[in-house]
């Protein structure tokens, strides 16, 4: 019997129109553009403005640029994912408002939360009702509006996040491309380092949590960054070792978006080029889970059917995993 893969068909993203640069930031908080650069590899970032403008913003607007890029009737999608933390209420999911914005109306539509591998838990998921059979065009769609939780008064954080995101459509195939195998870790010890204080049911939102500021990211940068450059980097080689391999057979990688550094050593360590990893953090910052759909959209034009691509993600949770996918696809 022939083993049905679950192919990325398409990818569209997209990113709002305001860009909150480095010098703005010198004139929020105690920082300086060298002092970001140096420590994140960023220059600006997107952020979405307008009131009642949420995460179903990005994206609708990814949606509706990917169904009209692939040709794909709003009927005919039977599953939309949305990977985010910032969803636009706490429910319904931001999935099911996406789809409404959408006219998709055939789908079951749910959110996925694992933080910054949110994309990655979104598509190991979509991929699995695939290869079941059950499912033929499935959305995933990674978005978030960081600016809405972040604390523009800490400097150790508000420089980091941006706003944006993509989608992507996953359909079957019996050629051998799309997701060919997956590592997806949790640990839930690493929930300290990185995590929202207030707002869920553990510590509902009060005036004593506003006042406390305590609806914002919290984060300690070092013990999460220790974590970050170890882990996303010995995922990203693990799936290789697994799959036997080796550097010169993998076209691209697409790393996490969160820190330049993490980058460059994930990319030694998988014994790569620097011309091989997709790399847009200057410009959009961390999107969260839109940052692997950004990188894919804009080096769609690059990839070549058959290029073996590995994504790789680390994320408050702690979670972290990597995939490693044959692209389905020429550039059209």
Request: charged share 20%; glycine share 10%.
């Amino acid at each position: 019997m022939t083993k049905i893969h679950a192919a990325i068909t398409g990818i569209h993203g997209w990113v709002p129109d305001y860009q909150l640069t480095n010098q703005e930031l010198e004139k929020m908080v105690d920082t300086t553009d060298e002092w970001i650069t140096t420590r994140t590899g960023i220059k600006t970032r997107h952020i979405l403005q307008g009131q009642g403008n949420g995460t179903s913003v990005i994206g609708a607007e990814a949606v509706k640029g990917l169904l009209e890029k692939t040709g794909t009737k709003p009927e005919e999608v039977d599953m939309l994912i949305c990977a985010t933390v910032t969803p636009d209420m706490l429910f319904p999911a931001t999935a099911n408002i996406i789809s409404d914005k959408c006219g998709i109306k055939n789908a079951f539509s749910f959110d996925m939360n694992a933080a910054c591998s949110g994309l990655l838990y979104a598509i190991v998921t979509a991929s699995k009702f695939i290869e079941s059979g059950s499912h033929k065009k499935v959305i995933v769609v990674g978005a978030d509006k960081m600016s809405s939780i972040v604390d523009y008064t800490d400097r150790s954080t508000c420089v980091i996040f941006g706003d944006g995101g993509g989608a992507l459509l996953m359909e079957p195939t019996d050629e051998e491309v799309g997701v060919m195998d997956a590592i997806m870790h949790t640990d839930g010890s690493g929930m300290p380092h990185l995590h929202m204080k207030a707002g869920g049911s553990a510590n509902p939102p009060s005036h004593e949590t506003i006042d406390a500021r305590q609806h914002f990211i919290y984060q300690e940068g070092q013990a999460v960054f220790k974590f970050a450059v170890t882990n996303m980097a010995d995922v990203a080689v693990a799936i290789m070792e697994k799959n036997q391999l080796k550097s010169e057979d993998i076209a691209w990688l697409v790393p996490h978006q969160a820190n330049m550094r993490i980058i460059e050593a994930t990319a030694r360590r998988m014994g790569i080029n620097k011309n091989q990893v997709m790399i847009n953090i200057e410009r959009y910052g961390n999107t969260t889970s839109g940052t692997l759909p950004l990188c894919l959209w804009e080096w769609e034009n690059q990839l070549r059917k058959g290029d073996n691509v590995v994504l790789a993600a680390f994320g408050g949770g702690f979670t972290w995993g990597s995939i490693w996918l044959k692209w389905a696809y020429d550039p059209k």
